[in-house]
């Protein structure tokens, strides 16, 4: 792994423990020596991950879209930007700059990310690891969902293993290193049980 892409909310409207959990985020991935790719933001968990990476003397690339490159958004201390015409060009772009995917916490549009990654990776489009960073059990009842969605037939159990998830970035990151994809992720294609 060389680039970790990550996936949070812009809100400033959250407790604070989310805000330093993504700082957190930000200086561990720099402390490992690996390049931080993500949304550009200023606001929230975006900008806090960027500082805790910035801080700790890491790489950030931010990816944005034109309708979100304002001084108000945008982050401007970053390493690199890119702004792209619009959200569908700045995922795919992400996508391309990173070998693993972390979701911190966040509403739709990190959900919609997170998920499309999976996807991704549920039809062979990539191999590469995803997880989540489950700050204060914030996506416990996203995974108790992901086992319901599993138990009733929605996903296979190879599914289910493509998403790792752990409670500090230390050991988040620990996990996506190890991360080998699940066997049989094709089972869907061909309906062998």
């Not at 931080?36 to 910035?54: Q, R």
């Not at 309708?67 to 795919?92: G, Q, S, W, Y």
């Not at 050991?171 to 061909?190: I, N, Y």
């Amino acid at each position: 792994m060389k680039a970790i892409c990550v996936y949070c909310g812009c809100s400033d409207q959250v407790q604070p423990v989310y805000l330093e959990s993504a700082r957190q985020m930000g200086a561990v991935v720099a402390e490992r020596g690996l390049a931080l790719v993500y949304g550009a933001g200023s606001t929230g968990l975006m900008g806090a991950l960027a500082d805790g990476a910035l801080e700790a003397g890491g790489e950030v690339t931010g990816v944005i879209p034109a309708i979100f490159n304002t001084p108000v958004l945008a982050h401007t201390r970053l390493t690199r930007l890119e702004v792209l015409d619009n959200m569908h060009e700045r995922k795919r772009r992400m996508i391309e700059l990173s070998d693993a995917f972390v979701a911190l916490p966040g509403g739709f549009g990190t959900l919609e990310e997170l998920f499309e990654v999976l996807t991704w990776a549920q039809i062979g489009l990539h191999q590469k690891p995803v997880g989540l960073l489950n700050t204060r059990g914030y996506f416990d009842p996203l995974l108790k969902l992901l086992d319901h969605i599993e138990s009733e037939g929605f996903i296979y159990s190879e599914h289910r293993g493509l998403l790792t998830h752990a409670e500090t970035p230390a050991a988040l990151l620990d996990a996506l290193q190890d991360h080998r994809p699940p066997a049989g992720l094709e089972r869907w294609l061909t309906r062998e049980t």
